[in-house]
């Protein structure tokens, strides 16, 4: 059986593994020196370096074909790490306290620590004139106190490391990284984490920290912290106890985003199979939740589809909900777009098939426990614009708008200037108002002339609420009741700049008379 075996120089030191053969018969034996180049039988071991550079052992592959045992690429591999691991153990076991001079030339002694050496310590595995893999101690060059590296066609580890129950590989800095990867291979890692655990709940790459970030990516150019799932599972998944399970946070400059995701499958019209960019789930609680001091907390684009979409299988909740909770007062939701409709809603169910609101596209509610005072008053629906409609409505075959109230005005307009209308209401070729029930007009009313036979009157003045007349206002009178014999309306007019019309009777009225009024204008 071939091996490799690591022993001082000497007889007395000399330690030798019993599979091992001897020299004669081809087996892997010999000293090890510090900057040396000696070797125990010709083609086993040999110095790669000169002696003020390195000690090395090279194992070449005819040695190697001839142990059954190491024949494979695999066996080969747990060869030349059994003879690295065994230098390794004897320069860092330190089983003894005082250790063992190890200058220029000096022997390797396993047991013992080995100092005052000049120069690294190393073990190379040659393949024709090609070296595979390897491995050295007190690396200055590579600034390194173990540097392992492999230069083999077929690609394996520099450094690999297994632990039955342990850490497989651990690494410790006061000052630096732990553990550092690099690569300079395109769509490759310079760390990879992969768990091939059976019962799963494993963790390919695992961070922690007490006070800082568990795990920190970063990038130039690229993405910082990529997470992918082949299966059914997330790509990234946060978990915290009170804080934030993923954070993200974007630069200062240009387009940037704390956090973003991205879905390259099909586009779907279902509700049971979505695929997301960003996909937040919750029991109880709030799915996604975003922040901003003074921007969107959550904003959504899209090219052709829509920017952000909700939906809801709760009765009597929203797909997407707005919350105003300042102090001056704000929006709930807001809706703008440059050419289009700002806010838009659908529905599939008919306004007169019951619950509740029915199947409005866009429903407001004004709930009556709000502490903040609207400076337009408290209501459901807001509409606002500066030269265009604040709210439109259009509808092929019913009212393009529609009004309800149990004790108050189903639709309410108002002008605020004297050169505005509170309601216009326009057709062309039709009727432009139809009114079904009783109709009042503040601007109307009833007045009693009344007069006595002592104090006869010929004339009625009526004040009128609202705007001032003008001489364009028009009057219309009418006697209510019973006629009074010799009495009637001669005409009414109107005293222009002033809130008050006069009617004149064609002779002087001695008793009582009812008369309705209505002014235009």
Do not use: C
């Not at 903040?372 to 500066?386: C, E, F, L, P, Q």
């Not at 109307?444 to 104090?455: F, H, K, N, P, Q």
């Not at 014999?485 to 222009?496: D, F, M, T």
């Amino acid at each position: 059986m071939g091996g490799i075996a690591a022993v001082g120089h000497g007889s007395s030191k000399t330690q030798r593994d019993p599979s091992i053969g001897s020299s004669a018969s081809g087996g892997l034996a010999g000293d090890i020196k510090s900057g040396s180049s000696d070797a125990a039988s010709e083609g086993a071991i040999m110095s790669k370096e000169s002696v003020s550079d390195t000690w090395a052992v090279e194992v070449t592959t005819d040695q190697i074909e001839e142990s059954p045992r190491l024949r494979d690429r695999r066996g080969l591999l747990l060869g030349l790490a059994a003879g690295a691991g065994g230098l390794v153990a004897g320069a860092l076991a330190g089983s003894q306290p005082a250790g063992a001079g190890t200058g220029d030339g000096g022997d390797v002694q396993l047991g013992l620590d080995n100092t005052g050496a000049k120069a690294r310590t190393g073990v190379f595995y040659t393949n024709g004139t090609i070296n595979e893999f390897v491995a050295t101690l007190g690396d200055p060059g590579n600034t390194a106190g173990v540097y392992g590296q492999d230069n083999s066609s077929v690609g394996g580890y520099g450094v690999s490391g297994d632990s039955a129950k342990g850490n497989g590989v651990y690494g410790q800095s006061a000052g630096g990284d732990g553990v550092y990867g690099s690569t300079t291979g395109a769509a490759r890692s310079g760390v990879v984490g992969e768990d091939n655990s059976s019962g799963g709940g494993g963790n390919g790459v695992y961070g922690h920290s007490d006070h800082g970030n568990g795990v920190v990516g970063i990038s130039n150019d690229g993405i910082g912290v990529s997470g992918e799932s082949s299966e059914s599972g997330p790509g990234v998944f946060g978990t915290a106890a009170s804080g934030a399970g993923v954070s993200g946070q974007g630069g200062p400059y240009g387009r940037s985003w704390g956090v973003a995701g991205q879905s390259v499958g099909p586009s779907e019209t279902g509700l049971d199979d979505i695929n997301s960019g960003v996909w937040g789930d919750s029991a109880s609680n709030i799915g996604v939740w975003g922040t901003s001091d003074s921007s969107s907390g959550v904003r959504g684009d899209a090219i052709n589809g829509e920017g952000v979409t909700g939906n809801t299988y709760g009765n009597g909740h929203s797909g997407v909900a707005g919350s105003d909770g300042s102090t001056l007062g704000g929006n709930g939701a807001f809706g703008h777009s440059n050419i289009g409709v700002g806010v838009r809603g659908e529905s599939g169910f008919p306004p007169d098939g019951g619950g509740g609101y029915g199947g409005a596209g866009v429903a407001g509610i004004y709930v009556e426990s709000s502490s903040i005072a609207s400076t337009h008053g408290n209501v459901g629906v807001w509409g606002d614009s500066k030269a265009y409609p604040g709210v439109l409505g259009t509808s092929d075959t019913a009212p393009g708008v529609t009004g309800l109230s149990s004790s108050g005005a189903g639709v309410l307009g108002e002008a605020t200037s004297a050169s505005g209308v509170g309601v216009s209401a326009q057709n062309t070729t039709g009727t432009a108002l139809q009114v079904e029930g009783a109709v009042t007009f503040t601007r109307s009313g009833l007045v009693t002339a009344a007069g006595t036979v002592s104090a006869p009157i010929t004339l009625v003045t009526v004040t009128v609420p609202g705007a001032k007349l003008t001489a364009a206002s028009i009057v219309f009178t009418a006697v209510q009741g019973g006629p009074v014999a010799g009495v009637a309306i001669a005409s009414a007019y109107a005293n222009p700049g002033t809130n008050i019309f006069r009617i004149h009777l064609t002779a002087a009225l001695t008793t009582s008379m009812y008369i309705a009024w209505f002014v235009l204008g």
